[in-house]
C-alpha cells in the first residue's frame, strides 16, 4: 500500500518562501508529483520528480529522496494568489493511478 | 486546445439510484482516469482507462464501474448510490504514463 504524509496548514506572508513536506511509503513508484488546487477548482498540475534531486521551474521548486521517502516543494516569492492546497502525490509502477496525500492548505498573508 | 470537459457539473440523486457520469479528454489523450474527492477522505483514485481497457483499479467497491470508448471519452457508473458517495469526481486525462494528468472540471454528486 501507500502512505502518504503531509502539513494540514501552513501560513506565510507574501514574498516570503515556504516549503511543504512530504513523506511517503510506497510499494512501487513512478514518481512523486505536486498539484496546486484552489478552492473550488480541480487541481492543476506543477511538477514531477522521477530521480533523486532538485527540479526548478520558476518560482516553484520540487525536491526527491527516494531512499529516504521524501519530498518538498519550495515555493518562492510568495504571491497572493499563491493561496490554495498543495497536493503531494506518488505515481504507480505502472499506469497513471496517483495516490495522494491529504493536501496541505497553505494561506499567504499581506 | 480544450482542456477535459466533464457533465453533469452538478447532480442530484436519491439513495439506491445510479448514477452516469461523463468525460472527454484532452484531444490525443488516451488515458483517462477518475477520482473521487471528499474532505474527510481527500483526493481518492477510483480507476484508470487506456485505449478503452481498465489497467489500474483502486479500492472501491464494485458499484463504481467504468468504461472507455474508442474515442478516448469516459463514463463511470455508480449502482445503487449511498449517502457516502456524495463527493466530487474528477477526470483526470495524461497522453502518457508519465502520470502529468489534466483534470476537468469535475461533477458534483449530492446524495440525499
Known amino acids: 500500500g501507500q502512505n502518504i504524509d503531509q502539513p494540514t496548514e501552513m501560513t506565510a506572508t507574501e514574498g516570503a518562501i515556504v516549503q511543504i513536506n512530504c513523506t511517503y511509503q510506497t510499494s512501487g513508484f513512478n514518481g512523486l508529483f505536486w498539484y496546486q488546487q484552489h478552492a473550488g477548482e480541480a487541481p492543476t498540475f506543477l511538477s514531477y520528480n522521477v530521480l533523486d534531486g532538485l527540479e526548478e521551474k520558476g518560482r516553484f521548486s520540487s525536491f526527491l529522496s527516494r531512499s529516504k521517502g521524501y519530498s518538498y516543494l519550495l515555493l518562492k516569492e510568495l504571491q497572493m494568489k499563491d493561496s490554495a492546497s498543495y497536493l503531494c502525490a506518488v505515481g504507480k509502477a505502472a499506469g497513471n493511478k496517483l495516490t495522494f496525500g491529504g493536501g496541505t492548505r497553505v494561506l499567504v498573508k499581506p | 486546445k480544450a482542456g477535459v470537459t466533464q457533465t453533469p457539473r452538478y447532480l442530484i440523486k436519491t439513495r439506491g439510484q445510479q448514477v452516469t457520469l461523463s468525460c472527454s479528454p484532452i484531444s490525443g489523450h488516451r488515458s483517462v482516469s477518475w477520482y473521487q474527492q471528499t474532505p474527510g477522505q481527500g483526493l481518492q483514485f477510483l480507476f484508470e482507462?487506456?485505449?478503452?481497457?481498465?489497467?489500474n483499479k483502486g479500492n472501491f467497491p464494485g458499484r463504481f464501474s467504468g468504461r472507455q470508448f474508442s474515442n478516448s471519452r469516459s463514463e463511470m457508473n455508480v449502482s445503487t448510490l449511498e449517502l457516502g458517495d456524495s463527493a466530487l469526481y474528477l477526470c483526470?486525462?495524461?497522453?502518457?504514463?508519465?502520470?502529468?494528468?489534466?483534470f476537468g472540471p469535475g461533477t458534483r454528486l449530492t446524495v440525499t
Open positions: 482507462y487506456f485505449s478503452e481497457t481498465q489497467r
Open positions: 483526470a486525462s495524461s497522453w502518457d504514463s508519465r502520470g502529468e494528468q489534466y
